[in-house]
């Protein structure tokens, strides 16, 4: 299904998050825990989606004006989900990483369900703040990304479709290994 409009972002942003959050709960203490290779643990990747889609509430209630002067308006058209997708895949490839405050600390399974149900929160107030977003202005205001630059309110939603994916796809993927391993 394509992702163009306002009401499609918000129901894939919610599809992604909740396969997020649906895998993570699933998890146990070890596996919850588990960072081979010194690679993110899942919590740890929990914690990041939830330190990423902070900054975005705060930017997504912020007067338009605010926004105008803080970043500036676009100059360009929106690129398209699969185009921003493809940008940030190219800044991955060339050993673009999380910085800053996006890098998470060390993650207990005793934090697990207060983080999870902290992100389904965070999500809800989101969407809220989406849905009063005019459809034009998705495509006017711009805002920083760490990686990807300057990046148009709806393109900024896209990441955070994707990132969501991203993040669960490298998961998956490290738990299809670890049991391929175990069972050779």
């Known amino acids: 299904m394509p992702i163009q409009t306002r ?3 918000i129901f894939s942003l919610e599809e992604k998050i909740n396969n997020f959050n649906s895998y993570i709960a699933s998890l146990n203490k070890e596996q919850f825990e ?11 990747n929990l914690d990041h989606l939830i ?10 209630s ?3 004006f605010i926004l105008k002067v803080k970043f500036g308006k676009s100059n360009r058209p929106s690129k398209s989900y699969e185009q921003l997708v493809e940008k940030y895949k190219s800044k991955l490839a060339a050993g673009g990483t999380a910085s800053g405050p996006f890098i998470p600390p060390e993650v207990s399974f005793e934090k697990k369900n207060r983080l999870l149900n902290y992100y ?6 989101f969407v809220r703040k989406i849905r009063r977003q005019k459809e034009t202005d998705l495509d006017k205001y711009i805002l920083p990304h760490p990686l990807l630059g300057k990046l148009t309110l709806r393109e900024m ?5 994707y990132h969501n994916q991203h993040h669960l796809q490298l998961l998956k993927q490290r738990d299809i290994i670890s049991q ?3 069972s050779s």
């Open 7 to 9: 009401e499609e972002i």
């Open 34 to 44: 588990k960072s081979p290779q010194g690679k993110w643990s899942a919590g740890q």
């Open 51 to 60: 330190r990423a889609i902070k900054p975005l509430q705060l930017a997504f």
């Open 62 to 64: 912020l007067p338009k």
């Open 120 to 125: 389904k929160k965070q999500k809800s107030k």
């Open 157 to 161: 939603l896209f990441f955070t479709i």
């Open 180 to 182: 391929e391993h175990q």
